[in-house]
């Protein structure tokens, strides 16, 4: 997509930021809202930290405008992606708003990660043009976008937010059904609902669950999903693994009683220092970077590769 649209990007926090610095580095004019003065006028540099952390050149940031004014954040956008806090009711409003406030033209997307959009579009008169834009934390770094389509939204609506994904160098795939929690989080969570069961039960510590994750089936996970995983074994084989292993697997439908115990006595991670295990302040620290050289080692190889297979389809 060569056209340079107007973006306008509604909170300005972790999620906000990342989400701007990719439309700046695709040379779309970003809008950047939020009702918190200091998050805003700490927005900038964070995404000029951004892309020094990816190699790119900061000034893509001169695409970037911040703003403490809803009604000109939007004004002539081509495309509202809201990422508020994870609140129905805030996001209902927000969203009513722009309803009546927005072009028709105007593509509106919500970053939630789990709400149904219906549920975020109810009551309006164009939910037509809503869909969900689930970018992964941090968006800068991972390259994934749920496109949610709801019963409602237009097909050519999904079609051009794919697009425009796309030509930013996302990776947008499109969910046809707009359930809780969408495709990546069910996984995740479903995963976590076992995790918590096994220590929960004694099986293991969260260390050693951990462990097993990273150092088993984890590590082949960046480049093996589980379905290929699947194909690549055999299909029975992976049947006569669920024959066992089903009827013994957790199905509690609810949060499970060992994570509400824990949240009820203030044992909430890492913030805390204490949550599935303890946590020293450098511990801390040291997965936090782990974790982000991880990401942007991955994030600055996918980029070269790009340019690389740019040049050799476009030589001289
Ligand atoms: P955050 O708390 O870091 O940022 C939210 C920002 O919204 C804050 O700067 C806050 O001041 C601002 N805000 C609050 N009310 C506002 C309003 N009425 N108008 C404009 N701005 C307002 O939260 P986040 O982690 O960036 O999450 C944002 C959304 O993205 C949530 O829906 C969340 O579920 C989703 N999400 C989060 C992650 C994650 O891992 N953090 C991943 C994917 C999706």
């Given at each position: 997509?060569?056209?340079?649209?107007?973006?306008?990007?509604?909170?300005?926090?972790?999620?906000?930021?990342?989400?701007?610095?990719?439309?700046?580095?695709?040379?779309?004019?970003?809008?950047?809202?939020?009702?918190?003065?200091?998050?805003?006028?700490?927005?900038?540099?964070?995404?000029?930290?951004?892309?020094?952390?990816?190699?790119?050149?900061?000034?893509?940031?001169?695409?970037?405008?911040?703003?403490?004014?809803?009604?000109?954040?939007?004004?002539?956008?081509?495309?509202?992606?809201?990422?508020?806090?994870?609140?129905?009711?805030?996001?209902?409003?927000?969203?009513?708003?722009?309803?009546?406030?927005?072009?028709?033209?105007?593509?509106?997307?919500?970053?939630?990660?789990?709400?149904?959009?219906?549920?975020?579009?109810?009551?309006?008169?164009?939910?037509?043009?809503?869909?969900?834009?689930?970018?992964?934390?941090?968006?800068?770094?991972?390259?994934?976008?749920?496109?949610?389509?709801?019963?409602?939204?237009?097909?050519?609506?999904?079609?051009?937010?794919?697009?425009?994904?796309?030509?930013?160098?996302?990776?947008?795939?499109?969910?046809?059904?707009?359930?809780?929690?969408?495709?990546?989080?069910?996984?995740?969570?479903?995963?976590?609902?076992?995790?918590?069961?096994?220590?929960?039960t004694g099986v293991c510590d969260a260390l050693t669950l951990d462990r097993v994750v990273k150092e088993g089936f984890g590590a082949r996970l960046a480049v093996l999903?589980?379905?290929?995983?699947?194909?690549?074994?055999?299909?029975?084989?992976?049947?006569?693994?669920?024959?066992?292993?089903?009827?013994?697997?957790?199905?509690?439908?609810?949060?499970?009683?060992?994570?509400?115990?824990?949240?009820?006595?203030?044992?909430?991670?890492?913030?805390?220092?204490?949550?599935?295990?303890?946590?020293?302040?450098?511990?801390?620290?040291?997965?936090?970077?782990?974790?982000?050289?991880?990401?942007?080692?991955?994030?600055?190889?996918?980029?070269?590769?790009?340019?690389?297979?740019?040049?050799?389809?476009?030589?001289?």
């Amino acid at each position: 997509m060569s056209e340079k649209l107007r973006i306008a990007v509604l909170g300005a926090g972790r999620m906000g930021c990342g989400i701007a610095q990719v439309f700046c580095a695709a040379d779309h004019r970003v809008f950047l809202y939020d009702i918190d003065s200091r998050s805003l006028e700490r927005a900038p540099e964070t995404i000029r930290g951004y892309c020094q952390l990816l190699e790119m050149d900061p000034s893509v940031s001169q695409n970037l405008r911040c703003k403490s004014d809803l009604e000109a954040t939007i004004a002539d956008a081509d495309v509202v992606i809201e990422a508020v806090p994870e609140r129905l009711e805030l996001k209902r409003e927000i969203f009513a708003y722009l309803d009546v406030s927005t072009s028709r033209r105007a593509i509106l997307a919500t970053n939630t990660s789990a709400i149904p959009i219906a549920e975020i579009a109810a009551n309006l008169k164009t939910p037509d043009r809503v869909l969900g834009m689930h970018f992964w934390n941090p968006p800068h770094l991972v390259p994934l976008v749920e496109v949610v389509q709801a019963s409602q939204t237009r097909p050519d609506v999904v079609e051009r937010a794919m697009a425009l994904l796309a030509s930013a160098g996302m990776s947008p795939v499109h969910v046809r059904r707009d359930i809780p929690g969408f495709i990546g989080n069910r996984l995740q969570h479903a995963l976590k609902r076992e995790a918590i069961a096994l220590v929960a039960t004694g099986v293991c510590d969260a260390l050693t669950l951990d462990r097993v994750v990273k150092e088993g089936f984890g590590a082949r996970l960046a480049v093996l999903g589980p379905l290929e995983q699947s194909d690549l074994v055999g299909l029975d084989l992976t049947l006569a693994i669920h024959e066992t292993l089903m009827p013994d697997l957790d199905c509690t439908r609810e949060p499970h009683p060992y994570l509400r115990a824990k949240v009820a006595d203030g044992k909430l991670g890492i913030k805390a220092g204490v949550g599935f295990r303890s946590w020293t302040t450098q511990e801390a620290a040291a997965t936090q970077a782990r974790l982000d050289q991880h990401l942007a080692q991955t994030a600055r190889q996918r980029l070269r590769e790009k340019q690389t297979n740019h040049q050799s389809r476009n030589p001289g």
